[in-house]
């Protein structure tokens, strides 16, 4: 079974970006085009494009949702979309962009709620699992929840949820590698497909993950706009080719 490579797309004040272990002041600006770099990522053979609003995930409401509407309208493969999505209002919203499908982080924590949001949005909801330490990061991983990230994990069997996105956050922007042994631990006890982040940083680490049986994708970020990564070239190697 091949590995789903995407790549991703950080969005802050309207630019593409990449942050260091998610800290907000530590950004590098990319683009200040995201749409052009998502036809980009397309062409070179992305099946699906991983959007972050980061501004929206710590004030809670979408704030680059212009920026999300000209992606998805460059671009024909599916998007999804994280950041400050913890209404059912705001998933309605994104969904009449066009965006496939919203990963909730923060409102994932109260289990009660999350069945809910999931009602009428089978297969387009996907939860956001953020690790520190092996407890749960929350809005925009300025807080932590006293939550474990393997208990929120098995807590998700019996919803319809589409995939589960764990992210090391450690790792996230370092360029040292994915945590493949934290990986392989989820993957063991997660109800929903897994989709790894955080770390991927050159092409022998996505051989690493591609060897995790049962893996469903993984998203790669900075590793791509720092050329240490070949998307086209990951393409091919995580569907055998």
Excluded at 49 to 54: A, E
Excluded at 171 to 186: F, I, L, S
Excluded at 209 to 222: H, P
């Amino acid at each position: 079974m091949s590995v789903e490579i995407i790549p991703a797309i950080d969005l802050k004040g309207g630019r593409c970006v990449r942050l260091r272990q998610g800290r907000m002041e530590d950004e590098t600006v990319f683009s200040d085009n995201p749409a052009e770099v998502a036809r980009r990522w397309e062409d070179a053979g992305a099946t699906r494009i991983h959007l972050v609003d980061l501004d929206g995930a710590v004030g809670g409401v979408p704030v680059n949702a212009r920026a999300v509407e000209a992606i998805v309208a460059a671009v024909r493969v599916p998007t999804q979309l994280g950041g400050g999505i913890r209404t059912r209002e705001t998933m309605e919203f994104y969904r009449g962009l066009g965006v496939r499908r919203v990963i909730l982080g923060t409102a994932a924590l109260d289990r009660a709620a999350l069945a809910g949001l999931c009602d009428g949005f089978a297969g387009e909801v996907a939860v956001g699992v953020d690790a520190r330490d092996g407890l749960v990061a929350v809005k925009g991983w300025t807080e932590t929840a006293a939550v474990r990230a393997t208990d929120l994990v098995r807590g998700l069997a019996g919803l319809p949820v589409a995939a589960v996105i764990y992210t090391d956050i450690s790792r996230d922007g370092m360029m040292q590698g994915p945590n493949v042994e934290a990986m392989a631990a989820m993957l063991a006890i997660s109800p929903a497909p897994l989709i790894a982040s955080g770390g991927v940083s050159r092409p022998e680490d996505v051989e690493r993950l591609c060897a995790l049986k049962g893996l469903a994708g993984m998203i790669i970020g900075r590793a791509l706009y720092d050329g240490s990564i070949d998307l086209a070239a990951a393409v091919r190697l995580a569907s055998g080719r």
